[in-house]
């Protein structure tokens, strides 16, 4: 008996949306349904309708009603792309009674007509989709989701300000919360900041009170000086392993009071927190808010483990907490969601030669100038040159170095136009100096930026359209000797233009965290192409990633500011804790299965499982799929040499169904059949 004549008999309805012009517009909808009924009818089409937006709550209605009159036993809906509406479709089916996975949705939007523009072609090519669909649907069974229990415990990796925020959040609603950050102290890079704009708020002084919030929460596990090394498990049942290094400081004992910093005689130029512009001890904390109060010892740098001798730290400490047999600490904690927020590195304008940073000693970089201008930095707050006294009459401020740039980064860093509209404004304020910005296009389209932009034109800096061609020390006149001269087109006079300046500032753009990638293949998520993460859908669901129970916040996602990142920070928060509320969470229950009967062991699936969820049993020598870990890529399926593997939903049937009806040759074997 053929494939054919197997085939079950099934009531189908097929339901085709204009989407008001998008499909409309290039597909002859009232075409293809009036073809599906005609011709689909002997695989089980009993009716075909076309519905202006299928989706609204009236097109939903009417498949419902259809299901409930028409006894309907199988569902195709085309209209958009499965990402968008599967689930409103599948809960409609749902509502009249009828499985939801016994719905298929096929896309004759993303795949016809917005990539088609001969109308004739495009609506042939939407009945052989729909085609596709009613062949593969006939193959469809019904499903029930996957039911996980949901562990109360989140792990959030990155302490800046959306860490932060996360962390605040969850534990406020009483479930604990591991925070983990490679740094010794929380905070990120907005613990350099000097002022915030538009507001100009001292940016420790909005920080610090959340910092000390974590610290002190009962609900929340600080873990600073520490990485994730293996993340095992699925949502709501996560293994993650923690490498806790070695501070060589007792924190049981360690009261951070800070003599043993004031003791090491060891200086160190500190390029991280100070972005080099200052120093810090071979014991240290970042800065005098740090949280954890507690120091750790850089045994890259201190004189114990370079020639095992000094140990003046130890010396001096009166409560004994100095350990230098301290060692690296590996610890395991299980939770149900993790959060990733790890923010982002600046890009290193050495990249752009033709800036002249690191070469030309009074090009700062953005961050070199956050600490230049900090009270706590190490200047005082007092803007200088790099001889450390004397203070500029003139000031360059260059946007967008790296990015906009194709060399470069060709995106936008969201940041840069408003940032060096605050370093004009504190400029200004503490030497006035004329202040040069040389800018691209002025963006400040958030609350309040537009104005603040007015307020700095109003201060008096200048501004010159235009991107800067190259900073050079090489004077061409006298008004040029022992200047720094900016050469730029200025695009709104039309004429190149050599302005001299004592200082540049250039406001370096974002880029994704060092490392980011590797991160990205312990947690199971995607980067972009730039290597920021990838979020579930850009504008629907910006948090959530493709990894059920893994989320991001902040500019792991993409560059953005910092009200921004508090904001996506509490937005993971609050998905979060809707699922631990919930207590458990019902799974996609399209996965892969392997056929232990034909299954020869040769372990092929099980390294090339990205979810690592398939399992080797030894005594058994066969290969078994955790349905909690299977995200049902297909991976296996189509590795397995054996045929050992299905998934669920994408059978051979299925597909080799759909692949006959997108030929038409359904069609075919009709008209052969009527021939004979």
């Known amino acids: 008996m053929s494939a054919e004549e197997k085939k079950p008999k099934e009531r189908i309805g097929v339901y085709i949306c204009h989407c008001g012009s998008n499909i409309a517009g290039v597909v ?37 009603k259809d299901i409930k009159e028409q006894k309907l036993t199988r569902v195709v809906v085309a209209a958009c792309s499965p990402h968008l509406h599967e689930r409103t479709f599948r809960n409609a089916c749902k509502g009249a009674g009828l499985n939801p996975y016994l719905c298929e949705l096929v896309s004759v939007r993303e795949q016809d007509s917005w990539v088609h523009t001969d109308k004739a072609a495009a609506t042939a090519k939407a009945k052989a989709i729909v085609a596709g ?94 990485e994730v090394q293996k993340v095992d498990g699925y949502v709501g049942n996560f293994a993650v392993t923690i490498n806790k290094r070695a501070r060589y400081v007792k924190t049981a004992d360690c009261t951070g009071c800070g003599i043993c910093w004031e003791k090491c005689p060891k200086k160190v130029i500190d390029d991280k927190f100070e972005a080099g512009l200052g120093y810090r001890k071979a014991v240290y904390t970042p800065f005098p808010q740090a949280v954890p109060k507690y120091p750790v010892v850089d045994d890259i740098n201190c004189t114990y483990f370079q020639k095992g001798t000094c140990k003046a730290c130890e010396k001096f400490c009166p409560t004994n907490a100095i350990d230098f047999a301290q060692k690296d600490e590996i610890i395991t904690v299980e939770v149900g969601n993790i959060i990733l927020a790890t923010g982002w590195d600046l890009f290193d304008a050495r990249r752009v030669p033709n800036y002249g940073y690191g070469r030309l000693a009074n090009v700062f970089s953005n961050m070199e100038f956050e600490r230049l ?143 980011s990638k590797e991160l990205a293949k312990i947690f199971g998520i995607s980067c972009s192409a ?51 509320q919930q207590k458990e969470i019902a799974l996609e229950p399209v996965r892969a299965i392997i056929i232990e009967e034909k299954c020869s062991g040769c372990r092929i699936c099980n390294t090339l499982c990205p979810f690592n969820a398939i399992l080797f049993h030894e005594d058994k020598m066969v290969s078994e799929v955790n349905p909690a870990l299977c995200q049902g890529c297909g991976t296996c399926v189509a590795a397995c040499p054996a045929g050992a593997i299905t998934g669920t939903g994408f059978s051979n049937e299925q597909i080799l169904s759909q692949i006959d009806g997108l030929l038409l040759l359904t069609l075919d074997k009709k008209k052969e059949a009527a021939v004979v």
């Open 530 to 580: 730039d290597g920021w993460y990838i979020e579930r859908h850009p504008k629907l669901d910006p948090v959530a990633t493709m990894t059920e129970g893994v989320y991001i916040a902040g500019c792991v996602q993409g560059p953005k500011d910092i009200p921004a990142s508090v904001a996506q920070g509490a937005a993971a928060a609050a998905r979060i804790l809707g699922k631990i």
């Open 133 to 226: 669909g009613v062949a593969r649907v006939i193959y469809h069974e019904p499903l029930e989701p996957l039911h996980v229990p949901i562990h109360p415990a989140t792990l959030i990796v990155g302490g800046g300000i959306a860490g932060i925020q996360a962390a605040l959040e969850i534990a406020d609603a009483g479930f604990p919360v591991y925070l983990v950050e490679r740094e010794p102290s929380i905070g990120g890079h907005m613990a350099q900041f000097d002022k915030t704009f538009p507001t100009l708020d001292c940016s420790a002084c909005i920080l610090t009170p959340k910092m000390v919030d974590v610290g002190n929460h009962p609900n929340i596990t600080l873990l600073t000086w520490s």
């Open 373 to 515: 201008s900090n009270s706590a930095g190490p200047t005082g707050g007092n803007i200088v040159l790099r001889d450390g006294k004397t203070t500029p009459k003139s000031v360059g401020i260059v946007h967008c170095v790296g990015s906009r740039d194709k060399n470069y980064n060709n995106y936008c860093s969201a940041i840069c136009c408003m940032q060096s509209l605050k370093f004009a404004h504190l400029v200004h304020e503490k030497t006035g100096a004329t202040v040069y910005n040389f800018y691209i296009d002025i963006r400040t389209p958030a609350k309040a930026y537009d104005e603040f932009y007015q307020r700095i034109i109003e201060e008096g800096t200048l501004f010159v359209r235009g991107k800067v061609a190259e900073i050079t020390d090489a004077a061409r006149n006298p008004g040029e000797e022992g200047k720094l001269i900016i050469q730029v087109e200025d695009t709104l006079v039309g004429k190149q233009r050599r302005i001299p300046v004592d200082m540049v500032i250039l406001s370096s753009g974002l880029e994704p965290r060092a490392g």
């Open 28 to 64: 002859n909808v009232a075409e293809v349904s009036k073809w599906a009924s005609d011709n689909l009818a002997d695989q089980g089409v009993v009716v075909s309708r076309d519905y202006k937006f299928m989706c609204s709550s009236l097109g939903q209605e009417l498949i419902q």
